[in-house]
């Protein structure tokens, strides 16, 4: 029914970048693209990554109806669809009314609260900010060329948390990160003492550390700690299970994480990639048994193990392959425009 029900409606769900995608990679290289253009033209960007507080669980029932109605537009059957779906839950031990919250652990909960949240996104761009939703990940960045733009986003958070308590959420200040992204040759030229929240060097998006300086050298190094901690568990098992089996849990837990978000790696420095590859090189030779002093690309060809720069490369063209073929893509739009040999 989700599905099915989503297409009309898509596009006003889209309007207000509200991410509701399966592949939540799609949201970070947005944000990602957006800041590097912004900063390669000499300007200053200060994203604000904003966490709130049991988003899901205290989601007014009577709101979200409302927003379903008349911001989205289901009517009729499949209104009250949704309405028997939401009413009449309770808690288990003991029994009580659940009037808030969506269910959660459905594939409707995210898509149900990105609709509740329609008019933040509004608000926002009402105030000139670029922002990106995720389910209940806020993302909220600003250009700045003038000190003034730092009242500008404290003026935004205001009117953002006075939003979200008009409507039964609460911004977490612990969880809720800002990070100032600067040309290069730049940091420092802005005062950043009266910053609506604490400024880090490194903050996380969906998965994603963003350093400073855009050399996503602390997402690599997160990684490989990942990646080795990982094969360390796994050599464990290698005395009790065949070899399939262990490639099956390399792939899981290794190559899976090897995969995540990793075309946002694109155009790394030859060091940061490096290490990447020793991880992958690491787990070939752990698989097959190869002594360290033999040559790591028959190894990595033999299993059909494309080498890490080009995985990053064939994901970054999977990405765009759909867009390419489509003329009505969004992404196109946004990220690259076909050039057509005269």
Known sequence: MCFQWKKPYLKKIIQYNIGIRSVCFTHTHTVLSDILILTDSGSHVLLLLLEL????????????LHRLEF??????????????????????????????????????????????????????????????????????????????SFSIMSECLSQVRSWLSQNYLQLNDSKSDA???????????????????????????LGVKLDSDLSMSSQVNATVKSYFFQLRRITRLKSILKRPDIESVIHAFITSRLDYANSVLIGINASALSKLQKVQNATARFLTNTDRRMHITPILADLHWLPVK???????????????????????THFFSIAFPP
């Open 71 to 148: 911001w989205v537009g289901v009517t009729g059957t499949a209104l009250e669809w949704f309405k028997s779906y939401l009413n009449g839950r309770c808690f288990s031990v003991p029994n009580v009314p659940l009037p808030w919250g969506v269910p959660q652990g459905s594939i409707l909960g995210p898509l149900l609260f990105s609709i509740y949240i329609l008019p933040l996104g509004k608000i926002l761009a009402s105030l000139g900010f670029n922002y990106h939703f995720y389910a209940d990940d806020c993302q909220i960045y600003l250009q700045i060329n003038q000190q003034h």
């Open 53 to 64: 507080t049991a988003a899901f669980n205290t989601v007014d029932l009577t709101i979200l």
């Open 310 to 332: 080009f995985r990053i490369n064939f994901k970054v063209r999977v990405r765009l392959a759909p867009s390419v073929s489509s003329f009505k893509s969004a992404l196109k």
């Open 179 to 205: 990070i100032l992204f600067s040309p290069t040759n730049m940091n420092g030229a802005l005062d950043v003492s009266t910053l609506p929240l604490n400024l880090k060097s490194c903050a996380t998006s």
